[in-house]
């Protein structure tokens, strides 16, 4: 990850890329990942902060170990073949604003879009997801 500050050093800026690699060889499965991510973080008036994040993820796994028994596993109604070799490709984008009260309240709406396109049909989604939140730190 690289950050850059902004904003008067109120905010800032972040690029990202990951490369991940698990080779259990027969314990869980054998995947790589590979995936680039941006955020921003930036002031608004009234005290508000607005972050934008977004990633984009490829995954590459096969799954002949940890789906080896029974021939098939049901996933929400969807096959999964033993040994299928299965492709990823994940979008990830969200929009948060957000707000503190004194030292302990924060309140914080949240808009998140997710795509998942994927070669086994009970993993490829895409949803929308509204959140709100209200915490208290001590």
Same mark, same amino acid.
């Given at each position: 990850d690289q950050y850059v500050l902004l904003f008067d050093k109120r905010g800032y800026a972040r690029a990202g890329l +990951? *490369?991940?690699? %698990?080779?259990?060889q027969g314990e869980e499965y054998d995947s790589s990942f590979f995936?680039?991510?941006a955020e921003?973080? +930036?002031p608004l008036p009234g005290d508000v902060f607005l972050?934008?994040?977004?990633?984009?993820? =490829?995954? %590459?796994? #096969? /799954?002949?170990? &940890?789906?080896?028994r029974p021939a098939f596993l049901f996933y929400f109604g969807s096959p999964i073949r033993v040994g299928e070799h299965q492709r990823q490709k994940l979008t990830e984008a969200s929009a948060?604003?957000?707000? %503190? *009260?004194?030292?302990? =309240?924060?309140l914080a709406t949240r808009y998140t879009y997710y795509v998942n396109q994927s070669t086994v #049909? +009970?993993? %490829?989604? /895409?949803?929308? &997801?509204?959140?709100?939140f209200a915490s208290y730190r001590f």
């Open positions: +990951a *490369f991940e690699r %698990d080779l259990t995936s680039l991510s921003l973080l +930036a972050r934008v994040q977004g990633e984009q993820l =490829w995954g %590459d796994y #096969d /799954n002949t170990s &940890i789906y080896s948060t604003l957000s707000r %503190d *009260f004194g030292s302990h =309240w924060t #049909d +009970a993993f %490829d989604y /895409n949803r929308s &997801i509204y959140s709100l």
